[in-house]
C-alpha cells in the first residue's frame, strides 16, 4: 500500500514513464488510474486465475492474457474515458514487453498481444 492507502499499481516505473510519454496523460493522471484499476483488478484476482491464461508470476504481480475487449469492460466500470482507458491498457501492455524482455519470451508475448490484451495484477 501507498502512503495515501491507495494500492500501488503494479506497473515498474520505467515501463510507467514509458506508457505516460505514449498516452497524452500526464503522469500524476496515469498514477492515479493506475491506483484505480489495481484497487478493481486485485479484488478479482480469484476471477482472473480461474478464467483467463497466467503468463506471468512475480513475487509482487501476476499477468493474464484477456481477452480484446476486456479494457472497455474495465474503463466502463471504473467510468475512464477513451483516452485513460488507452494509457492503462498500454502501461499494463508495456509490462507484460517489459517482462518478456527480462525472461526471453518476447516474440510470445508480442504475438499473445496481436490477438489478446494483458493485465498486470499486483499481489
Known amino acids: 500500500m ?3 492507502g491507495a494500492p500501488e499499481s503494479p506497473i515498474d516505473g520505467q515501463v510507467f514513464m514509458l506508457a505516460a510519454a ?3 496523460v500526464a503522469p500524476s493522471k496515469l498514477s492515479d488510474l493506475l491506483s484505480r484499476v489495481q484497487a478493481d483488478v486485485g479484488g478479482r484476482l480469484d476471477v482472473y486465475r480461474r ?8 513475487d ?11 479494457w472497455e469492460q474495465i ?3 471504473l467510468d475512464f ?8 491498457a498500454r502501461a499494463h501492455a508495456e509490462q507484460l514487453r517489459s517482462i ?16 489478446r490484451e494483458a493485465v498486470v495484477v499486483g499481489t
Open 2 to 4: 501507498s502512503v495515501s
Open 22 to 24: 505514449k498516452a497524452s
Open 51 to 58: 478464467d483467463f491464461e497466467r503468463v506471468a508470476q512475480q
Open 60 to 70: 509482487d504481480r501476476e499477468v493474464f492474457l484477456v481477452p480484446t475487449g476486456h
Open 75 to 77: 474503463a466502463d466500470r
Open 81 to 88: 474515458g477513451e483516452r485513460e482507458r488507452k494509457a492503462v
Open 100 to 115: 518478456g524482455s527480462d525472461t526471453g519470451r518476447n516474440d510470445e508475448f508480442e504475438t499473445a498481444l496481436e490477438i
